[in-house]
Each structure stands twice: as structure tokens, then as C-alpha cells.
């Protein structure tokens, strides 16, 4: 099957990366797809198995963003930071913010940048127009959460930036976010 520009789609093999938009088809086998789970996708949907989803469970105003972004101008980055776990005792805004916490899941901090990740947690442990808990509680980049989603262009960027912390809260994680 091979979608047209447009459609909401989900890839059955990959249930994690949600729904999708379809924002290029090169007409034959190749299909660009960004997903809300699992970022911008190249495909070939000889091997790739993809479904049209019409059902109104497909219907987010993220994918419509992702739909009107200009690709070409796609500069911006996630990035998350693990967060030394004695966040959670310390700061209590920090406890407040994850009453979903599960014990044994890391603390982090999701951010956009329009500078590299590794440049902006520099910047951030620098004191550099920094998170305070950052400069805090930072350790280290934790690339296997948002390195599937970059680059974006700056409007998705901006609404991806809570939509992948409400991922990581889901999944049991403990989130900041400004």
C-alpha cells in the first residue's frame, strides 16, 4: 500500500510511534511520515507494512503542525536530561509536578533548542540561559529519547516539547519542563 501525501497512517509492526501524517510520497515505494511517537520516517512501504487510520483517534492538532511545517527550515531539536535522581526528594516542585513517578524510572528534563543537544546541556551546566534544575541535578544526555524526533521545524519543536513530556510521564518517568 502506498499512502498519498495527507493521510493519517499507523505502521502495525511499530504500535509505539502512534499516528501518523504523511508528508511526502515519492509515488512508488518511499514514504515520509512523522509520527507522534517516533518522529519523522523515511519508509518503504514494500517492507513497511502502513494502514490509513480515518477514525477520529487519528484527529491531533500536533500532526496538523508536523502537516504545515516547513521541512526545509528544520534547524530546532528535543532533548532530554537525566536528572540525579535525589531531585525527587529535594525539590518539591520537581515531587508535585510527577505524582505518577514509578520508582526505578529516571527524572529528567525535556527541552527545544535551536543549537545542537550537546551544546545546550553545555550551556545549561555553564549557568547559560539555563534550567536551574539542569545546572542542579544534570548528568547526561539521554540521546534514545529524542534523537528520532530531530531536527523539527521551530512550530513543531515548540509543541513537541510537551507532547514528548507528556510521553515520558506516561511511561512513568519523572518530568520537568518548562
Known amino acids: ?6 493521510l493519517r497512517v499507523c505502521c502495525p509492526k511499530k504500535p509505539e510511534w502512534g499516528f501518523g501524517h504523511v508528508l511526502a510520497d515519492d509515488g512508488g515505494a518511499k ?13 518503504d512501504t514494500t517492507i513497511a507494512e502502513l494502514d ?7 484527529v491531533n492538532p500536533i500532526l496538523d503542525v508536523a502537516a504545515d511545517g516547513n521541512w526545509k527550515y528544520a534547524h530546532h531539536n528535543l532533548y532530554v536530561i537525566e536528572l540525579r535522581p535525589a531531585i525527587f526528594t529535594k525539590e518539591r516542585r520537581f515531587f508535585e509536578a510527577n505524582p505518577h513517578w514509578l520508582p526505578g524510572h529516571l527524572c529528567v528534563y525535556v ?4 543549537l545542537t543537544p550537546e551544546e545546550r546541556f553545555q550551556k545549561h551546566l555553564r549557568g547559560e540561559k539555563d534550567a536551574w534544575f539542569v545546572q542542579r541535578y544534570g548528568q547526561r544526555l539521554l540521546p534514545d529519547l529524542y534523537r528520532h524526533f530531530n ?3 521551530y512550530d513543531l519543536a515548540r509543541v ?3 507532547e514528548l513530556a507528556r510521553q515520558l510521564r506516561e511511561q512513568g518517568y519523572g518530568v520537568w519542563q518548562n
Request: proline content about 11%; glycine content about 16%.
Open 111 to 114: 527541552g527545544m533548542t535551536g
Open 52 to 58: 490509513v487510520v480515518t477514525s477520529n483517534a487519528a
Open 31 to 43: 514514504v515520509t511520515v512523522f509520527f507522534l511517537g517516533g518522529g519523522k520516517r523515511t519508509l
Open 1 to 6: 500500500m502506498s499512502p498519498t501525501h495527507g
Open 160 to 162: 513537541m516539547e510537551p
Open 151 to 153: 531536527p523539527l521545524p
